[in-house]
């Protein structure tokens, strides 16, 4: 079955400490996705891949990297910059394409990620 | 990104009623997305509009985008327990293909 699949589900980490967190898909889609989820604020989007070997800043960039060496894989670092982690962590991809193109731009999102800081 | 506004945040519905959440925007938008997140799970795609004034349905769910592409509605009849969790609407942007999320309805049904 094709689908997104991250690690850990869960992980638990103390304050100060670099945390990678994996994104793989076999979907074949071009475009890769992090998102970071609080209680009651959504989806906020962290950084993005459209291509390989390139990758954008979202709107809460600051305090995470990300590399993009393969297609299928997207792993983003919390690093010890973040000052508040503790959240859960959405990697999604889609197809990227004109807006009328069936399944073009409608995101895939794995299973989560829940960091918490202690 | 575009700003897309979701309300009611929260949304407690008694088990066959109806209810209705809404999503604005102050620009017109490309079109919009909806997305379900159960409990504890991660958001699922719905469904997409794109053009002025369309209206879809998936059994007891029905979406619309206004005529002005700047809103949209989903509207959910007889609601059931599996109807909880949380609806997500997102507007792409037509720019870069970005997508903004609204801050979600969070349902709750009482049997």
């Known amino acids: 079955d094709g689908g997104i699949t991250q690690s850990p589900k869960y992980l638990f980490r103390k304050e100060g400490q670099n945390v990678t967190l994996s994104c793989e898909q076999n979907?074949?889609?071009?475009?890769m996705y992090w998102y970071r989820q609080d209680p009651g604020q959504g989806l906020r989007l962290i950084y993005y891949?459209?291509?390989?070997?390139?990758?954008q800043k979202g709107d809460i960039a600051e305090g995470y990297s990300v590399s993009r060496e393969k297609k299928e894989s997207f792993p983003l670092t919390v690093t010890s910059a973040q000052k508040n982690p503790t959240a859960f962590y959405l990697c999604?991809?889609?197809?990227?394409?004109?807006?009328?193109?069936?399944?073009?731009?409608?995101?895939?999102f794995g299973a989560g990620s829940r960091l918490t800081v202690l | 990104g575009q700003q897309v506004m979701q309300i009611p945040q929260y949304q407690h519905v008694q088990e066959g009623e109806d209810f209705t959440t809404y999503c604005n925007s102050s620009?017109?938008?490309?079109?919009i997305q909806w997305y379900k997140q159960r409990p504890g799970g991660h958001p699922v795609f719905l469904i997409q509009?794109?053009?002025?004034?369309e209206v879809k349905k998936q059994k007891r769910l029905t979406f619309q985008f206004g005529e002005a592409k700047k809103n949209s509605s989903l509207h959910i009849t007889a609601t059931q327990t599996t109807d909880v969790g949380t609806y997500f609407c997102?507007?792409?942007?037509?720019?870069?293909?970005?997508?903004?999320f609204g801050a979600g309805t969070t349902v709750t049904v009482r049997a």
């Open positions: 999604a991809s889609d197809r990227q394409g004109a807006l009328a193109l069936p399944g073009a731009n409608v995101l895939t």
């Open positions: 620009t017109t938008l490309s079109n």
């Open positions: 979907l074949n889609h071009d475009a």
């Open positions: 997102a507007a792409l942007s037509s720019n870069d293909y970005k997508l903004s």
């Open positions: 509009l794109v053009k002025s004034g």
């Open positions: 891949s459209q291509i390989v070997n390139d990758f």
